[in-house]
């Protein structure tokens, strides 16, 4: 017989399902909305949270704005930060001294601190500008590149002398028309919006620009040629250049304009007239007289 031993009792089996507790948490787990808010959303919220507490203190937010402060100083006035000075390119010197004065910048300065766009803005706005452009270079150079409105004709307006473009935009007020004789002279309300067809006017009366004294805007609605001697051209409202290249070629055939001529109207084309002048009426007049002074001594000799 074998001998009686003892045995220890066997080990209960341990189930491999998992709790209920660790069931849920897992399919908890594996929700995405919930993988999100664990670990996106709470760290977020303890973020906000402790902020808000630091922040809620008067004293810590002093702090913090001081600080932001300054660090934004030390970035925006850093040496490759900083604009020394301004150079003016394309603009006369009157211009850029109107410049400077309309924009007075204390250098050094930090770019930070310059809206180069609405500086750009502001610059085209001057009279005698028509574009400008704005940019930082290296170095620390503000450059401004003009454009200036060029001067071709002078404007005798209800408002005083003026200066205008080829377009008519007004360039710059002058005291007197004196002061650009080299300039052909305009007058009239309304004539600066039609300057381009009065340097047209005057280019086609190049052969007796000597004569010219300037153009006369009449009613808002045409021109007149105005001549040394009181003479003037009076042109229509539409066609001017064509009616006006006509009157040159009658005077370059006839001589037209050296007689005693007051007014040319070619207002109609169809049928110009003249009108003489003071003198030269009074002397057909006196001719006239004679000639009927003779014609009635001769019928009473009959």
Do not use: C
Not at 109 to 114: A, E, Q, T, V, Y
Not at 156 to 179: Q, T
């Amino acid at each position: 017989m074998q001998p009686l031993t003892a045995t220890k009792p066997a080990a209960p089996r341990r189930d491999p399902a998992p709790s209920r507790w660790a069931y849920r948490m897992n399919r908890l787990w594996l929700t995405p909305l919930f993988r999100a808010a664990l670990r996106v959303g709470l760290p977020a919220f303890l973020v906000i949270f402790i902020a808000g507490a630091y922040f809620a203190n008067p004293e810590n937010r002093e702090k913090a704005g001081l600080m932001v402060a300054d660090l934004r100083n030390q970035i925006e006035t850093r040496p490759e930060f900083m604009v020394k000075l301004m150079a003016i390119d394309g603009a006369s010197e009157p211009l850029a001294e109107d410049i400077r004065s309309a924009f007075p910048v204390e250098f050094p300065i930090s770019s930070f601190d310059l809206d180069l766009a609405q500086m750009q803005r502001d610059i085209e706005e001057l009279a005698a500008v028509e574009d400008a452009a704005v940019r930082i270079k290296p170095g620390g150079i503000l450059e401004l590149q003009i454009t200036e409105r060029i001067p071709a004709i002078v404007w005798r307006s209800p408002e005083g002398v003026k200066l205008l473009d080829r377009e008519g935009y007004v360039v710059a007020d002058i005291p007197a028309r004196l002061s650009r004789p080299d300039l052909p002279l305009i007058s009239g309300e309304g004539a600066a919006e039609h300057a381009t067809e009065a340097l047209e006017l005057l280019a086609v009366s190049a052969p007796i620009a000597d004569r010219i004294r300037g153009l006369v805007r009449m009613g808002e609605r045409r021109w007149d040629v105005a001549l040394d001697r009181d003479q003037r051209i009076l042109l229509p409202q539409e066609g001017a250049v064509a009616a006006l290249e006509r009157v040159i070629v009658l005077d370059h055939a006839k001589d037209m304009l050296a007689r005693d001529l007051a007014v040319v109207d070619i207002r109609n084309a169809s049928r110009p007239t003249i009108r003489l002048n003071t003198t030269a009426v009074e002397e057909l007049r006196r001719i006239r007289d004679i000639q009927t002074g003779q014609n009635n001594g001769q019928n009473g000799a009959n």
